[in-house]
């Protein structure tokens, strides 16, 4: 493989990181909430799209696509004359005109649409785009694969479907995807394939629990040879043990599905990830009070960064941890203590790759210290974003992260993921086991170089809020 670094086209070239204002193929169009879906089918025909709005009267609106008039019309034996609000869906997913197209895409992947309408800052409609209007052919496949998951009938089609993920994730990758955009499809079609491994396990015995993602997959940050942290939110009426079994079920469906489960035993079958809601509201009263007891730290982080995937629950375990911790700054200073405490790993690392000798662990080593400083940086600024890049894109000027720390953090985390991504996809092609250890050796002379200045760049900024301490209180 070449040195070149996979960057974004130019503005001028690639809608990915223009705003989507700018990529609107005119007027969105409406059809009456008293028309038929024959009138919206006709609409559709006329304007050439893929789908019609529907003003309905409390101001909002309903949207209808082809897929909606073949699932809900066509298939359900309904007829031409069928009122267009029985095949609309309601409320609908929009962005802000201003919101990049790569981000916008992400949305839409997350959100399992192909259209969202486009809102001006007053929350008019402006327009409707499209995920044609945002796709390379590469990313395509990301949507085609997210939804053949989805439609999986049983264990074994599951199975067969999510062995295609390592396919997809080469292709996003030779076709030069951002090494962001492919972690952020890989991780929305990893908790697509959870989501549905749950239907398919966990529906049967219709449990009261809500189970959640932890980890680079919840941060949106996932790479070949990430496994999968989970936790389960359990009802008050349910035993573990019953929950625990059901959950060692399901990741052994995960596992056949070339998804392994965290080999460090952070999982929702053990009963430590496994807590009635209220259990884990105390759990985390205690890890604020204490966070060197029963790993608290360690658990307080890894729930800030949660999300959930499956459930009817939705406690929102994330919002809620980070909104106690900015009312604790003991807790929170020990987590910017955790993050700039790093120096130890970056230290022989720089010495590493000056003498080409030796192993590198390019997640512990260089892209972890950056996820800490993220996550405090991001609680403390009240995002509720879990993305590394967004928690210290919304940081920065607040008095927590200088502009330019910001900046170079975010981008020295780029060009860790970019290697990572090239060398784990290097070892998919090769039929190695795929992991995050990497000769320093073996690095071209273009990213040895890029990445000693990254670590250069990341203990500059370690060192400087190790020095400056959080803001005052």
Known sequence: MDE?????????????IRPVGELLRGRAPLCPATATVRDAAVLMTTTRRRCVLVPLADGSHGIVTEGDLTRRVVAAGLGPNTPVTAAMTSPVHTCPADRLGADALRDMLECGVRTMPVLSTRGE????????????????????????????????????????????????????????????????????????????????????????????????????????????????????????????????????????????????????????????????????????????LVMLSMLADSRETWGDGRPHLAEWVATRLRT?????????????????????????????????????????????????????AGVSDRSTTERLRAAAGTGLLLDDDARVLSESFEVVQQIRLRHQCELLEQGHAVTDEIAAGSLTPLFRSLLSEAVREIAGVQRRLSYAGPPAD
Do not use: Y
């Not at 070149?4 to 990915?16: C, D, Y």
């Not at 959950?247 to 952070?266: E, F, I, P, T």
């Not at 000798?357 to 403390?380: E, H, S």
């Open 4 to 16: 070149q670094v996979n960057r974004r086209p130019s503005v001028a070239t690639s809608p990915a």
């Open 125 to 296: 409609v402006l327009g409707i785009v499209e995920d044609a209007d945002l796709l390379a052919g590469a990313a395509r496949g990301g949507f085609l694969l997210r939804g053949a998951v989805a439609r999986t009938a049983d264990t074994d089609q599951l199975i067969a479907t999510a062995r295609q993920i390592p396919a997809l994730v080469l292709d996003l990758h030779r076709a030069r995807v951002a090494p962001t955009d492919v972690s952020a499809i890989l991780s929305v079609i990893v908790d697509a394939t959870v989501a549905r491994a749950l239907d398919l396990v966990a529906a049967r015995a219709a449990p009261d629990l809500t189970w959640l993602s932890l980890g680079s997959v919840a941060r949106r940050e996932a790479l070949p040879n990430s496994d999968l942290d989970t936790a389960v939110v359990v009802g008050a009426d349910i035993e573990t043990d019953t929950v625990t079994a059901l959950a060692a079920r399901v990741h052994d469906l995960l596992d056949s599905c070339g998804l392994r489960a965290d080999a460090k035993g952070a999982t929702a079958d053990r009963t430590r990830f496994s807590r009635s809601h209220q259990r884990w509201l105390g759990a985390v009263e205690g890890w604020i009070a204490d966070p060197f007891t029963d790993r608290g």
């Open 328 to 380: 604790a700054p003991a807790a929170t200073r020990l987590l910017l203590r955790q993050a700039v405490d790093e120096p130890a790993r970056l230290h022989p690392l720089r010495r590493l790759l000056t003498r080409r000798t030796g192993n590198i662990d390019l997640k512990a080593d260089a892209a972890m210290p950056v996820v800490n400083i993220a996550r405090w940086a991001g609680i403390c």
